[in-house]
C-alpha cells in the first residue's frame, strides 16, 4: 500500500499474515503450485511484466488475455475487497441477521440471556 503493492500472490499464506492482508484492502491471492509455476515463468525474464487482477472472477491475467490463472478467495473477503470494507465493517452488514439469531437464541434458551455480562461481573 505504502508502496504501491495492491496484491500478494502465494501457494499459502500464514493466517494472520492472511488476515491482515484483507483488513488493509491488499488482495492475499492463493494459487496453486502449477499456477505459481506458471507465473514464475511468464515472469522469469527481464523485460517488465504486467498483469491484471480480477477479483470478480478471482482471475490473474496477462494484458492481452493470452493466458488467464484461477485463484483461491472467500466470499467474506472477495466482498470485503469490492467493495472497500474490513472485518468489522463486513460483520456489521450482517447486524439484522446477528440481531435476529441473538433474540431467537434467547427465547429459546432464556436461562443463557445475558450469560457473558454476568460471567464477567463474576471475575
Known sequence: MQ???????????????????????????KVSEQTASDLFAYLSDKDPKELSINVSEKTIRTPDGSQCW??????????????????????????????????????????MSGLAGKYAKTL
Not at 6 to 26: D, H, K, P, Q
Open 70 to 111: 484461477p485463484f483461491e478467495l472467500a466470499p467474506r473477503h472477495q466482498t470485503m475487497l469490492l467493495e472497500g470494507l474490513d472485518m468489522l465493517e463486513t460483520t456489521l452488514k450482517d447486524l439484522e441477521l446477528i440481531e435476529s439469531f441473538k433474540n431467537q437464541h434467547e427465547k429459546r434458551y432464556p436461562w
Open 3 to 29: 508502496y504501491g503493492i495492491r496484491v500478494v500472490i502465494a501457494t499459502g499464506f500464514g493466517e494472520i499474515f492472511y488476515s491482515n492482508c484483507f483488513n488493509n484492502g491488499l488482495l492475499a491471492a
